[in-house]
């Protein structure tokens, strides 16, 4: 079998405050709430999953909420997270828009990596760029949300992650998760150089950006920071051929992990950024209606029996 990650999956985040998360991403990025549930490794913290209209796989951002301090920026983490729009228009929407929000840090629209691009940080101080990607592929709109179809953002782009050294972190991109290196570019921020590998078919929504930084302090994970990212795999079958290819390359893994929603694998590459890699299906819809995603807690059947203690323990959204 011919193994090839075909793009992000999602990438998920740690929040301190989940009302002011669900408010921002809905209400001020306009994503669509679709699923709202537990962590399963920590039912006292709600995972709380936005996405698309359609809840497609590859635009789907997740978070843990978690009473802990701000993150410590730094090395050894995942650094800034890539948001698709669709055209030059689109940027100077969201530039307008963030500004206005007010206390939000929202730079410039600039050309980065040669792509038209406006770096800006969420209220908890997690880093984005949104990034014109010429509205290539499928998108899904999201009827209710507040921002127009035409400015919506369409799925996860590019995801830079951070190391002292590449070479090992290189290796196992290249030699094992069949990543291909295809370009590099200076950092924006003046620190270090940042290296662009692809999976599948290339573009915005397969690129991972790996900056070289080894001035930096190492990063302490907290509110704002990034927890994982996830690659994608069309299938079950597929995964177990990547559990074994982990394997064979003597990287140590959580082994595969039924998450009910997906099944997944987790791992961390050698520069100690946590990846996963997912599949496709089922998907959100599995356990209620397309309709009316993430308007009622949803549990796993394996914590269905716990319910009423999990939901007594959770604090109001609204």
Do not use: C
């Amino acid at each position: 079998m011919s193994l090839n990650l075909t793009g992000i999956h999602h990438l998920t985040a740690i929040t301190a405050d989940a009302p002011a998360n669900l408010r921002f991403y809905t209400q001020t990025l306009g994503l669509r709430l679709v699923k709202k549930t537990v962590n399963q490794d920590d039912t006292s913290a709600y995972h709380l999953f936005y996405a698309d209209g359609l809840a497609s796989p590859g635009t789907d951002l997740t978070f843990f909420d978690w009473p802990v301090e701000r993150e410590r920026r730094g090395t050894h983490a995942i650094t800034q997270t890539g948001l698709r729009v669709a055209g030059a228009q689109s940027l100077t929407y969201w530039r307008e828009r963030l500004a206005n929000v007010g206390g939000l840090v929202v730079g410039d629209i600039a050309d980065i990596d040669g792509r038209a691009s406006l770096a800006f940080e969420d209220p908890e101080g997690q880093r984005f760029r949104l990034i014109d990607d010429g509205g290539v592929g499928p998108a899904h709109a999201w009827v209710n949300s507040p921002v127009s179809p035409d400015y919506q953002i369409r799925g996860l782009g590019p995801i830079t992650i951070s190391v002292p050294d590449i070479r090992r972190t290189e290796q196992v991109l290249t030699d094992v998760l069949n990543f291909r290196q295809v370009r590099d570019y200076p950092s924006p921020d003046g620190s270090g150089h940042v290296h662009v590998f692809a999976i599948g078919d290339g573009g915005a929504a397969a690129e991972l950006h790996v900056a070289v930084q080894p001035d930096l302090p190492t990063a302490r994970q907290g509110a704002g920071a990034v927890h994982h990212v996830a690659f994608r795999t069309p299938n079950v079958e597929e995964l177990h051929a990547w559990t074994s290819r982990l394997t064979d390359a003597g990287l140590r893994s959580s082994g595969e992990v039924e998450r009910y929603y997906f099944r997944s694998l987790y791992f961390r590459e050698p520069g100690g950024n946590l990846f996963e890699i997912a599949t496709d299906g089922p998907g959100f819809a599995v356990d209620e209606p397309l309709e009316t995603l993430g308007e009622s807690l949803s549990l796993p059947p394996f914590l269905e029996n716990k319910r009423a203690a999990i939901e007594a323990g959770l604090k109001p959204l609204k």
